[in-house]
């Protein structure tokens, strides 16, 4: 589907020395922040005691954050749970207070906004536990990337799958670098999102590099430029749709979600912008640079006039 076509092709390559710069500063200063602030981990990562309680009514989830807070817990997470009467609280590790008289204070305290209120279950979430997802998500992280390198190495060259690594890279370390700046925190469901996004980006660059694939083929006697330029035009179209719809539906979410789905829907904000500038101005620069020709395709090519030729 192609609402509109654009009929001259923009020139992103003679952009790419000031896109390429822009990228490399802001993913130094992302990684600076990783380096020295760190991730707020948040409990299902560090460990705490994870609550559900229910009541008669529609539960107000911010009365509740306001009780806790009176509690020293601000950064606790409050979220309906099931239905709108039951709610899951997950508090971080306080030295010298068990998981029992923990949970007897936060109980009182919600009592006092909330009488009708009723404790359901509690579950202590060991710091082990917490290290044991650490390892167990930046495993899940290794394995997605080790698989798109595996993708990527089979259906390109070098040259174009190196570029989309680097601008999947881009893109992962730039969502953490704003979740690491701002310290929001970092959550098994913001952990899926930057997974999420792995795939989503690596999507974008595939689609345009198989337009340049598809230009080597038909465009001849033309610059590198020329032919990579002519490709993001004519992705433009499906660009602007496929993201300004999955764009709409994450909105909704970043602001409609409730805090359940905040930091998941915010990290997907910053993944899909992200991810469409790296795979048009990074993941294309960046195959240039590196000396992308139609040599890196011609394999591919030969394959396909052989096709047409029977």
Known sequence: MEFFR??????????????????????????FFLVTRGLNFSVDFTGGTVMEVSTTHV????????????????????????????????????????????????????????????????EFVGPQVGDELVKDGASALLFVVLGIVIYLSIRFKWRPAVATIVANL????????????????FSLPVLAAVLAILGYSVNESVVVFDRVRENFRKMRGVSVATIIDNAITRTMSRTIITHGCTQLMVTSMLFFGGEALHYFALALTIGIIFGIYSSVLVASPIAMWLGMNRDDFVQTTKKAERELAQ
């Open 170 to 185: 881009h893109d992962v370390v730039i969502i953490l670098g704003f979740f690491s700046f701002f310290q929001w925190e």
């Open 6 to 31: 654009i009929k001259k092709d923009i020139p992103f390559m003679s952009w790419g020395k000031i896109t390429t710069t822009i990228s490399l500063v802001t993913f130094l200063i992302s990684a």
């Open 59 to 122: 539960a107000d989830v911010n009365r509740y954050r306001s009780a806790l807070g009176t509690l020293g817990f601000r950064d606790a997470n409050v979220e309906n749970f099931g239905n709108s009467s039951e709610v899951l609280i997950r508090l971080p590790l306080k030295k010298g207070l068990t998981s029992a008289k923990l949970s007897d204070q936060v109980l009182q305290a919600l009592k006092e906004v909330d009488p009708q209120v009723s404790m359901r279950r509690v």
